[in-house]
């Protein structure tokens, strides 16, 4: 069975001292505002509104715990680069994501969702400057895919990962797109990869 499908909200947090005990290993997606981190975890999740979609940047201001079947927590963070949003609020939300990405022991992995058509912006680079020395491994997702011609896409793609490689196989990266659905079974085998899942054993632990 896929590995998200069936997710179920766990908790709602806003502040990095009211983070749960961990309860298993934890696979946190983050995304600049607008990118389609939401409409990417419904589609993975096949459930409609699992993650709110909003049309507005910077509505989803909390880290969100979903459980999964296999005992996993997928972890929904807020958006960042977020506009017209108080300075404090926004200093808030920057002080929680950094501190959950870089102290979270039980975080195994980062998927990390940019904009086919706007990918590696500056705020794509600062989040990455935050999680790639924990030495996690990070999954890149390109949304929105179904906007750009398959050309197109394809030169998006080898794009991006030409300029990840220098940071090694811990970084992959893939084309999805939330309308089409393409691109969930790459990303639930990588995620499984993470947890585990693709040996036997593992899954019988869980």
């Known amino acids: 069975m896929p590995i998200f499908r069936n997710a179920q909200f766990e908790i709602s947090v806003a502040q990095a001292a009211a983070l749960p005990p961990a309860q298993g290993a934890e696979v946190a997606f983050a995304g600049r505002s607008n990118a389609g981190k939401s409409s990417a975890i419904n589609t993975l999740a ?8 909003s049309k507005t940047p910077g509505r989803t201001q909390l880290i969100n715990f979903f459980r999964l079947n296999c005992g996993a927590a997928l972890v929904d963070l807020p958006g960042y680069g977020y506009a017209k949003v108080p300075e404090n609020v926004r200093r808030q ?25 706007h990918p590696l912006t500056e705020l794509d680079r600062n989040m990455l400057a935050w999680f790639v020395p924990t030495g996690k491994p990070i999954h890149v997702m390109l949304t929105k895919s179904d906007k750009l011609s398959r050309n197109e896409a394809n030169k998006t793609l080898f794009a ?45 632990e869980q």
Do not use: N
């Open 46 to 53: 096949g459930h409609v509104r699992l993650a709110y979609v």
């Open 160 to 204: 991006v990962r030409r300029e990840l490689a220098e940071l090694g196989e811990r970084v992959t990266v893939q084309l999805f797109s939330s309308l089409k659905k393409s691109g969930v079974e790459e990303c639930e085998a990588v995620v499984a990869g993470w947890l585990g899942l693709d040996a036997p054993a593992a899954v019988a």
């Open 93 to 117: 939300w920057a002080g929680l994501l950094e501190r959950y990405l870089r102290e979270r022991d039980s975080l195994v992995g980062l998927v990390l969702i940019m904009d086919s058509r």
